[in-house]
């Protein structure tokens, strides 16, 4: 049975030797755990869990290379608990229901709890979480999930009843440069038996560029020491150059189908709203970086002009639209050029939102008088039969009047007085403030008068 456990363990080495260096330098123990210091410092949750053996399902919610599966294992060791790893991209439910059962096995030969760990568990199906949740509502597991996705989105409601939500963070620059020297010295499993070291400015580089992602930049380094030759001192010093090719591309947080979207596109409306182009055409640009449907922003981009500008600049939404149209006919790269310009031109316009609210107040209102008549005068009266009823009687055709309009109620008497719009002395808008109270007090002075008849 020993030699068994060599062979077995000489197996499992050369497996890690040909790992990823991501994989390779993951850290063992708390100690080695670099960031998320919110979670793990003293009388933080998780040292709270670790130190004091308090079981609790567990959800790590966090962005890509923060830590997560690195701390669910510690988590599993550190608690002398059994773990069960799964992804959730291969599992379903017969590797759920095989996982339970291994569960109960260790719990009745060693006493020893269980945590199931479900890598993305974002990506099981209702009926995949439906099968976990009564194994852990009675104990038989303890749920240790990792998602990049929010799991009030993806986590079906009775699950995450159950556990509690730890939420990591980006790592930070500090943490990314002590992940990075201690690779580059890790004789070990690290890069150090190829000494190495990188210019400041390469450093500064990759870490700007991996976004608060660990396995990013430990990926783009690995390739660059391996790929330079070393100097005449036998150390290999990875420039800037060498840097800008190992990582490829830059890494642009942008999840399209995730809470991302959604902050990313609230960040660029808000933007706009507030007047400031800078933050407009830099959230506009992280959209286009990450994948986003330019068509999709350009529709975006007409919703805010209608909300947000509305007739304080009637001109925004015909600049927004031409975006619109301009991006059809040009494509990418060349239509985004477009869709810039209308987001520059929508934050500088004057804003108003009176006719959105305008026109929320009006449905609000519809939903609930949809039996209120409309009054005679403005019916349509295509028979003479309707006419004798009182169809269009006493209509005032406001082109026969000099100033174009006449004083008239238009308002089904139950909603006479009623009032949606009030414009915005901003702009365009505000031209016609005086015109409208003008009319408006008229009419009140008409509905006034048929009051005073009528008692």
Same mark, same amino acid.
């Given at each position: 049975?020993?030699?068994?456990? #060599?062979?077995?363990?000489?197996?499992?080495?050369?497996?890690?030797?040909?790992?990823?260096?991501?994989?390779?330098?993951?850290?063992?123990?708390?100690?080695?755990? #670099?960031?998320?210091?919110?979670? &793990?410092?003293?009388?933080?949750?998780?040292?709270?869990?670790?130190?004091?053996?308090?079981?609790?399902?567990? =959800? %790590? !919610?966090?962005?890509?290379?923060?830590?997560?599966?690195? %701390?669910? @294992?510690? =988590?599993?060791?550190?608690?002398?608990?059994?773990?069960?790893?799964?992804?959730?991209?291969?599992?379903?439910?017969?590797?759920?229901?095989?996982?339970?059962?291994?569960?109960?096995?260790?719990?009745?030969?060693?006493?020893?709890?269980?945590?199931?760990?479900?890598?993305?568990?974002?990506?099981?199906?209702?009926?995949?979480?439906?099968?976990?949740?009564?194994?852990?509502?009675?104990?038989?597991?303890?749920? &240790?999930?990792?998602?990049?996705?929010?799991?009030?989105?993806?986590?079906?409601?009775?699950?995450?009843?159950?556990?509690?939500?730890?939420?990591?963070?980006?790592?930070?620059?500090?943490?990314?440069?002590?992940?990075?020297?201690?690779?580059?010295?890790?004789?070990? @499993? /690290?890069?150090?038996?190829?000494?190495?070291?990188?210019?400041?400015?390469?450093?500064?580089?990759?870490?700007?560029?991996?976004?608060? +992602?660990?396995?990013?930049?430990?990926?783009?380094?690995?390739?660059?020491?391996?790929?330079?030759?070393?100097?005449?001192?036998?150390?290999?010093?990875?420039?800037?150059?060498?840097?800008?090719?190992?990582?490829?591309?830059?890494?642009?947080?942008?999840?399209?189908?995730?809470?991302?979207?959604?902050?990313?596109?609230?960040?660029?409306?808000?933007? $706009?709203?507030?007047?400031?182009?800078?933050?407009?055409?830099?959230?506009?640009?992280?959209?286009?970086?990450?994948?986003?449907?330019?068509?999709?922003?350009?529709?975006?981009?007409?919703?805010?002009?209608?909300? +947000?500008?509305?007739?304080?600049?009637?001109?925004?939404?015909?600049?927004?639209?031409?975006?619109?149209?301009?991006?059809?006919? %040009?494509?990418?790269?060349?239509?985004?050029?477009? %869709?810039?310009?209308? $987001?520059?031109? &929508?934050?500088?316009?004057? @804003?108003?939102?009176?006719?959105?609210?305008?026109?929320?107040?009006?449905?609000?209102?519809?939903?609930?008088? /949809?039996?209120?008549?409309?009054?005679?005068? =403005?019916?349509?009266?295509?028979?003479?039969?309707?006419? @004798?009823?009182?169809?269009?009687?006493?209509?005032?055709?406001?082109?026969?009047?000099?100033? /174009? !309009?006449?004083?008239?109620?238009?308002?089904?008497?139950?909603?006479?007085?009623?009032?949606?719009?009030?414009?915005?002395?901003?702009? !365009?808008? /505000?031209?016609?403030?005086?015109?409208?109270?003008?009319?408006?007090?008229?009419?009140?002075? #008409? =509905?006034?008068?048929?009051?005073?008849?009528?008692?």
């Amino acid at each position: 049975m020993d030699q068994l456990n #060599i062979f077995e363990q000489k197996s499992q080495d050369d497996i890690l030797g040909f790992a990823p260096l991501a994989e390779r330098v993951r850290p063992q123990t708390l100690d080695g755990f #670099i960031g998320q210091a919110h979670l &793990l410092g003293p009388g933080k949750i998780l040292d709270r869990i670790i130190r004091h053996r308090r079981f609790h399902s567990l =959800i %790590l !919610w966090g962005p890509p290379g923060c830590g997560k599966t690195t %701390l669910a @294992k510690i =988590i599993a060791s550190q608690t002398e608990t059994h773990l069960v790893y799964l992804s959730a991209v291969m599992a379903g439910a017969k590797e759920i229901r095989a996982a339970v059962q291994e569960a109960r096995e260790t719990l009745a030969r060693t006493k020893a709890r269980t945590w199931l760990f479900i890598d993305e568990i974002h990506r099981l199906n209702k009926a995949q979480q439906d099968t976990l949740l009564p194994h852990v509502e009675n104990g038989t597991i303890l749920l &240790l999930g990792a998602t990049t996705e929010n799991p009030s989105f993806e986590i079906i409601r009775p699950l995450l009843s159950r556990a509690q939500v730890a939420v990591l963070e980006p790592l930070e620059e500090v943490h990314l440069r002590q992940i990075v020297a201690r690779t580059l010295s890790d004789t070990q @499993k /690290g890069l150090g038996k190829y000494p190495a070291r990188l210019a400041p400015d390469a450093e500064d580089y990759l870490i700007a560029a991996s976004g608060g +992602d660990a396995r990013i930049i430990l990926n783009a380094i690995e390739m660059a020491v391996l790929t330079t030759a070393p100097g005449e001192d036998g150390i290999r010093l990875v420039d800037i150059e060498t840097a800008k090719e190992a990582l490829l591309r830059k890494s642009v947080h942008y999840d399209k189908a995730g809470e991302e979207h959604f902050n990313i596109i609230s960040a660029l409306h808000k933007s $706009v709203r507030g007047s400031d182009p800078d933050a407009a055409l830099y959230w506009l640009a992280r959209m286009l970086e990450g994948g986003e449907d330019p068509l999709y922003l350009a529709r975006r981009i007409i919703r805010m002009a209608s909300e +947000d500008i509305g007739l304080a600049d009637p001109l925004a939404l015909t600049q927004a639209v031409d975006a619109f149209q301009a991006y059809h006919f %040009l494509g990418s790269p060349e239509g985004e050029l477009a %869709l810039a310009q209308a $987001v520059v031109y &929508l934050c500088l316009a004057p @804003k108003s939102n009176s006719v959105y609210t305008a026109f929320g107040k009006a449905r609000d209102i519809a939903k609930n008088s /949809g039996d209120a008549r409309v009054p005679l005068h =403005i019916r349509n009266a295509p028979t003479g039969f309707m006419k @004798k009823l009182g169809y269009g009687r006493q209509y005032k055709y406001p082109h026969d009047h000099e100033e /174009g !309009w006449v004083p008239e109620v238009y308002m089904p008497e139950a909603l006479t007085g009623e009032r949606f719009y009030d414009p915005q002395p901003r702009g !365009w808008e /505000g031209r016609w403030l005086e015109l409208l109270e003008t009319r408006r007090q008229k009419v009140r002075e #008409i =509905i006034e008068s048929e009051d005073g008849a009528n008692k």
